[in-house]
Antibody, heavy 123, light 108 residues
Framework: DVQLVESGGGLVQPGGSLRLSCSAS????????MSWVRQAPGTGLEWVSS????????CYADSVKGRFTVSRDNSKNTLYLQMSSLKTDDTAVYYC????????????????WGQGTLVIVSS | EIVLTQSPGTLSLSPGERATVSCRAS???????FAWYQQKPGQAPRLLIY???SRATGIPDRISGSGSGTDFTLTISRLEPEDFAVYYC?????????FGQGTKVEIK
């Protein structure tokens, strides 16, 4: 079974930094694009960033471009999201998700999703 | 960016009834690059439908998707207790991929 387990969330002050991790198992990690999707409290889903299977292609939502960096370590089957210059608007549950098929990392379908990790940006 | 607008915002129905959720795109979604997700309280979303009408693994056949161009529909033919949840549509024809704002299907 495919498993995705996020970690690294927590409370951080505005302007601070945080690194999220997503540990993957149950599939050939390097063959699939991976993404981060977030959900602010009581609201809907917002795509944040995606990365190609080999790690050489990345894309970001305008709301996080220049502040967040997605990366992956295929030897460790782990996806990362480095978040800096955090704002209160970044408060959300952050989900990692696998692309359903070996498709274009810029236009993923998300299947499955991890359980999420909560990031709270507050002073 | 393609904007997706779901209707209604909330659907109040009884078990056994039919649920129909609509999603309209601001531009044509060619090739049916369209998906639906279900999210229950405290849980991650789950893929239900991709390619506008293909069911994901393990999704029962009472759940179906249809549509093309700018208008898409998710139908649950007979609501089971486990179907009461929030449903989101998503387009993946162009970047950035976008979601609808969600439709809550609640017990009447």
């Amino acid at each position: 079974d495919v498993q995705l387990v996020e970690s690294g969330g927590g409370l951080v002050q505005p302007g601070g930094s945080l690194r999220l991790s997503c540990s993957a198992s149950g599939f050939t990690f390097k063959n699939y694009a991976m993404s981060w999707v977030r959900q602010a409290p009581g609201t809907g889903l917002e795509w944040v960033s995606s990365i190609s299977g080999g790690g050489d292609g990345t894309c970001y939502a305008d709301s996080v471009k220049g502040r967040f960096t997605v990366s992956r370590d295929n030897s460790k089957n782990t996806l990362y999201l480095q978040m800096s210059s955090l704002k209160t608007d970044d408060t959300a549950v952050y989900y990692c998700a696998k692309d359903r098929a070996s498709g274009n990392y810029q236009t993923p379908r998300f299947d499955p999703w991890g359980q999420g990790t909560l990031v709270i940006v507050s002073s | 960016e393609i904007v997706l607008t779901q209707s209604p915002g909330t659907l109040s129905l009884s078990p056994g009834e039919r649920a129909t959720v609509s999603c309209r795109a601001s531009q044509s979604v060619s090739g049916s690059y369209f998906a639906w997700y279900q999210q229950k309280p405290g849980q991650a979303p789950r893929l239900l439908i991709y390619g506008a009408s293909s069911r994901a693994t393990g999704i029962p056949d009472r759940i179906s998707g249809s549509g093309s161009g700018t208008d898409f529909t998710l139908t649950i033919s007979r609501l089971e207790p486990e179907d009461f949840a929030v449903y989101y549509c998503q387009q993946y024809v162009s970047s950035p991929v976008t979601f609808g704002q969600g439709t809550k299907v609640e017990i009447k």
